[in-house]
């Protein structure tokens, strides 16, 4: 396992077209979760591009469809499938983990919620942002680990935001049972949630062949995470030059960067953005393009915490 801090020779402004050029995946099988829009269409995109059997898994399975026949197209690559899954539903998850044969090279954990106004409730009873962005990827990754395993190695990629800064995982009452909710803490705890597990699952399963890291794709105002903002604050952002909004393709580098970049065999647990290894992050430091990580989301005994409280949940 390398400790050494990786260096790219990618950035802020590459795409997963050049990220994914001259890397052969032929014979690797991947399955991007939530896939049938934004950066999860670019992912499976570029890593169908490279010749890997990909898998699009969204819970709108006429959509993935879609997706999955335009990448057939695009890419002359005729492996290119598309899965039901809803992470917010168990028995969707479970069904897609039994129906799953053989060996799995690249996982990436994409699919997201963000901002949901209201509190609600996943059908177990956790908040919906934690419930969809962390457990139901729980869920589906341990139950994807014996493909992972027999893959003789592989990658899991945690798809987590920039907004994990703003928000540990708030072990006392993960569900707002006993704070006002907020939409963006409640996302922001999720996203810690998404780097913590690449942490602890790190530790648990490099044994295995298994490389998991997390990362922040950038801001991508195209994709449809801000469906919940009211159009006139999203607007608002888009013009306040606060952000440099990336395209989804750019959006989508840094995902097919840590899953298939070869300098970072070796490299687990890490969090990183613009296709580089992420600085300590400053959550003071809104609006900058690269924020860094946060010391809560990469701190190895929350990390513990929360899979031993994730396990539970699962059970
Ligand atoms: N866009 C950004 O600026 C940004 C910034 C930081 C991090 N991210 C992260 O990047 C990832 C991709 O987001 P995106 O920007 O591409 O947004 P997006 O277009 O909304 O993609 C997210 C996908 O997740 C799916 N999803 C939501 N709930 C689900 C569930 N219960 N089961 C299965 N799939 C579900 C959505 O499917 P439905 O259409 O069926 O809901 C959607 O296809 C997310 O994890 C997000 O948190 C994005």
């Known amino acids: ?12 402004s590459s795409t997963a077209a050049e990220v994914i050029s001259g890397v052969d995946l032929h014979g690797r099988r991947a399955l991007v979760t939530g896939a049938a829009s934004g950066i999860g269409v670019e992912t499976a995109r570029a890593l169908a591009s490279a010749g890997a059997e990909t898998v699009i898994a969204a819970r709108d399975l006429a959509a993935a469809d879609r997706v999955a026949a335009s990448i057939r197209e695009d890419t002359g690559n005729e492996a290119v499938s598309a899965v039901h899954l809803d992470l917010l539903d168990r028995a969707s998850v479970d069904r897609l983990v039994e129906g799953y044969a053989g060996p799995l090279h690249l996982l990436i954990n994409n699919a997201g919620v963000m901002a949901v106004p209201e509190l609600r409730l996943s059908p177990e009873g956790h908040e919906l942002q934690f419930a969809t962005n962390h ?95 009211d159009p006139g604050v999203l607007q608002e952002l888009r013009t306040s030059g606060r952000y440099t909004f990336k395209s989804i393709e750019q959006g989508a580098a840094s995902s097919v960067y840590v899953a298939t970049s070869p300098l970072l065999e070796g490299v687990v647990g890490r969090y990183f953005e613009n296709c580089q290894e992420a600085d300590p992050g400053d959550p003071t430091a809104a609006g900058t393009d690269a924020a860094g990580v946060a010391a ?19 059970a």
């Open 135 to 229: 457990l139901g990827h729980f869920r589906l990754a341990l139950g994807l680990l014996p493909a992972l395993r027999a893959a003789g190695g592989a990658r899991v990629v945690s798809v987590s935001s920039r907004a994990h800064l703003n928000s540990p995982v708030v072990f006392d009452d993960i569900d707002f049972a006993r704070r006002a909710y907020d939409p963006a803490l409640a996302y922001a705890q999720s996203k810690t949630a998404n780097v913590l597990f690449a942490v602890a699952a790190a530790s648990r399963w490099s044994d295995d062949g298994i490389e998991v890291n997390a990362l922040h794709p950038g801001a991508i105002a195209d994709s449809n995470l801000a469906r919940h903002y």
């Open 296 to 314: 809560h989301a990469l701190d190895p005994a929350a990390a513990e915490r929360l899979w031993t409280i994730s396990e539970q949940l699962n």
């Open 1 to 12: 396992m390398s400790s050494t801090r990786t260096i790219s020779p990618f950035d802020f």
